[in-house]
């Protein structure tokens, strides 16, 4: 990489990146983070802002992120900051943030909405330079504009913000933060915990947020591809359609769309038509519509984080030694950084294409229903989504789905 390159990458590093100490070289590993130039971008998307979770238990839920998966609290909003009707936790790990928050209120909205789709993802907020430009663009085009664009003030400084429909009852909420220096949003004020890491547990689990997956009815996955690449000017990373992905039971068809600088990702899946039904079929019968499927948490060393989070009780799924001992595995994998045995130990899948390989593993379900989950990443040049283990994660997720007798 030469040095007006990094310079270029560094001079865009978001805020929050910059907290995280995060490297534009750390990030090109991490992420796959790419150069990128917004001058002609009609939509353009600096990275992500953070995820709002709605949950039934937004307490229990933060301290679980915080003891399990090694995120620190940074902010709140409740009842003791004039929030009548609900809490909200703002967690980070990295550059990646998380809002958790749940209903007080018996006739909080965030209550129906928990009680339609358990545990799940709400908003996916984006930061953006020019809140107006974006909706402006989106409008155009004929995207659906929840919240017009309006400033948030406190003593800190104004944040400007806008909100789209997205798929479902998920939403995209636009936030140009260039002027605000709190803890969040104007509402929040600064949190910390007493939570206490164990000891040798690692100072970050994760490093960034990867890609989000989200999952649509049968026959809308190109309508929300189009939605990506006309109103956000998005463009196609990579489709997966076909024999590759599917197994003796089911199938689904994927998309994947990223905004210029690959910071932000999303992989969108339909079901396709097989013997019984996916775990597409399965998700959208739970979460009672489309939404987010899964978070793939980026980490520069996914060995300790599984060791990390299996000592805390978070379950994986598991894949059987057939898949290490495949001759065609090791021979497509070729070398990678750790013996594939130390792999076979924690379960993790690793994939090769032309740019580089990755290694993965991903949890069960996080909640009751058997609906959003976690994804860790480890890039090492791959720019892909593990195309490879897709057959191996199916037949893992099927043996649960079978398990709950939802196959």
Known sequence: ??????????????????????SA?????LV?????????????????DAVHWVVGNATQTAKHYQSAFGMRLEAYAGPETGRR??????LRSGSCRFVVTGGVAPDSPLLDHHRRHGDGVVDISLEVPDVDRCVAHARSVGATVLVEPHDLSDEHGTVRTATLAAYGDTVHTLVDRSRYTGPFLPGFVARTS??????????RVFQALDHVVGNVELGKMDEWVRFYTEVMGFTNMAEFIGDDIATDYSALMSKVVANGNHRVKFPLNEPAVAKRRSQIDEFLEFYDGPGAQHLALATHDILAAVDHLR???????????????????????GEVRVP????????????????????QIFTKP??????????????????????????ALFEAIEREQERRGNL
């Open 340 to 359: 594939v045995e130390e792999l076979q130990r924690r379960g993790i899948l690793v994939d090769r294409d032309e740019d580089g390989y990755l290694l």
């Open 32 to 48: 796959g983070l790419v150069d990128y130039d917004a001058a002609g971008d009609v939509f353009p998307v600096t990275g992500w």
């Open 366 to 391: 996080l909640g009751d229903r058997p609906t959003v989950f976690f994804e860790l990443i480890e890039r090492h040049g791959s720019l892909g989504f593990g195309k490879g283990n897709f057959k």
């Open 85 to 90: 009707d609900s809490v909200a936790y703002v």
């Open 1 to 22: 990489m030469t040095e007006s390159t990094d310079v270029l990458t560094s001079s865009i590093l978001t805020a929050d990146e910059k907290l995280a100490s995060l």
């Open 311 to 333: 000592a805390e009780g978070v379950e994986f799924l598991q894949t059987p030694d057939s898949y290490y001992t495949d001759p065609a595995l090791r021979e497509r994998i």
């Open 25 to 29: 070289e750390q990030l090109r590993q």
């Open 194 to 203: 007493g939570h206490v890491p164990r000891e040798g547990a690692p100072t």
